[in-house]
């Protein structure tokens, strides 16, 4: 078992909608709660860049390019994390991945992460 597990990737045409999660796993219920979870991905040739942030009070934050396009989720209670995505673009295909950042903010590097969930946007 895993720290984190993403799902809910796949293929989808441009305009479309897709919701990925993000399982706890492994990462205890207490360092879930206390830390700011996030999304990223990595496109071919590209660098891996943040999507969106969610922290312990709820508070978020977009990449300019994911602005009133996406948006992430938490449920403490159960500890899944959500993005949902909608209006895609063929530029949003990429690996998805799911990380935590336990006990500080987005600010600082990501220390556990999700294998990752591939979405495929076609035009």
């Known amino acids: 078992q895993v720290d ?13 909608s897709l919701r ?6 492994k990462l205890p219920l207490l360092t879930y709660w206390n830390s700011c979870m996030g999304w990223f991905r990595r ?5 891996r860049e943040g ?3 969610i922290a312990t ?7 300019d390019s994911v602005k009133g396009r ?19 673009e063929p530029e949003d295909s990429a690996i998805y ?4 950042h336990p006990y500080t903010s987005w600010s600082t590097p990501a220390s556990v992460w999700g294998q990752g969930t591939q ?3 076609s035009s």
């Open 97 to 100: 991945y799911c990380a935590a």
């Open 51 to 53: 999507v969106a942030h």
């Open 20 to 25: 990925l999660s993000c399982a706890a796993g």
């Open 119 to 121: 979405v495929t946007v």
């Open 70 to 88: 996406f948006t992430i989720s938490r449920d403490n209670a159960n500890r899944p994390l959500y993005l949902q995505m909608n209006r895609v």
């Open 43 to 47: 496109a071919p040739g590209k660098e």
């Open 4 to 16: 984190l597990m993403e799902s809910g990737g796949g293929s989808v045409q441009a305009g479309g």
């Open 57 to 63: 009070d709820g508070s978020t934050t977009y990449a």
